[in-house]
């Protein structure tokens, strides 16, 4: 467990948020050095990422009202909870939304320094391949002598762009305890329909992920949020 205070807000890592980070980076199983690098990059990028998403909440809640706030890192992702105070709908709109916010605006910085470093085509075609696979243009030779030079640094942006565009739309859906789910939850009555979105966007989203990632942790993390919003679901109907 890794504690520290930043902020003044108090933030707890558990062990188990960076095996799953690793995990997923899907190298954990490599046997060299070299790969074990990329590995641990990953979960550098991860970790940062994560924690500039939680403290988008963290301090846009305590600003608006949320109170004293803590963030807590575990297996699946990050967790800002703000304690004592009271948010207007609004407020508590604006907190969820900051999350998201502080991650795209990271990705965008991101996109920023590659273009700062390559210009903008070849910046372009560099996000273009690492958040969505696309090849249909290629970089200058420079380009690519420099990117084929600094594999670990450019392993770090590329980590570092993918992660804060994707966790901030996989954040985005409706399931809760994900943003977009809360975000949800603000807007649906009865409550009760809040989990039923979740669990249908939940097993939705466990299939695509498995179809198009071949992820079994996407299965995990979509199967365990259906799950949970599945029995949440019945405890409200028994209430
Ligand atoms: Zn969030």
Redesign the pocket.
């Known amino acids: 467990m890794v504690r520290f205070t930043l902020f003044g807000v108090p933030v707890e890592i558990q062990p188990w948020f960076w095996l799953a980070t690793a995990y997923f980076s899907g190298g954990l199983f490599s046997a060299t050095p070299e790969a074990m690098q990329y590995v641990l990059i990953f979960v550098l990028a991860a970790t940062i990422s994560i924690l500039v998403?939680?403290f988008g909440?963290a301090l846009t809640g305590r600003r608006l009202g949320g109170g004293y706030a803590t963030i807590q890192l575990w297996a699946l992702g990050?967790l800002?909870t703000n304690h004592g105070g009271r948010f207007t709908r609004s407020g508590r709109f604006w907190m969820?939304a900051a999350?998201?916010g502080a991650g795209f605006l990271l990705g965008g910085l991101i996109f920023v320094i590659l273009v700062s470093m390559f210009g903008v085509h070849d910046a372009a075609t560099f996000a273009g391949f690492s958040l969505f696979g696309i090849t249909d243009s290629a970089v200058s030779s420079e380009t690519m002598e420099f990117i084929q030079n600094r594999p670990p640094l450019m392993s770090l942006l590329n980590s570092m762009l993918w992660i804060n565009f994707w966790w901030g739309i996989l954040?985005l859906l409706p399931i809760l305890p994900?943003?977009g789910g809360q975000i949800a939850q603000l807007f649906v009555t009865p409550q009760k329909r809040a989990f039923q979105i979740s669990v249908a966007t939940a097993v939705a989203a466990a299939i695509l992920g498995f179809v198009w990632r071949d992820s079994t942790y996407t299965i995990f993390f979509f199967g365990y949020l259906a799950w949970k919003n599945y029995q949440a679901m019945k405890e409200y109907h028994w209430q």
Request: glycine residues 18%.
């Open positions: 998403h939680e909440h990050g800002a969820i999350g998201p954040n994900l943003d």
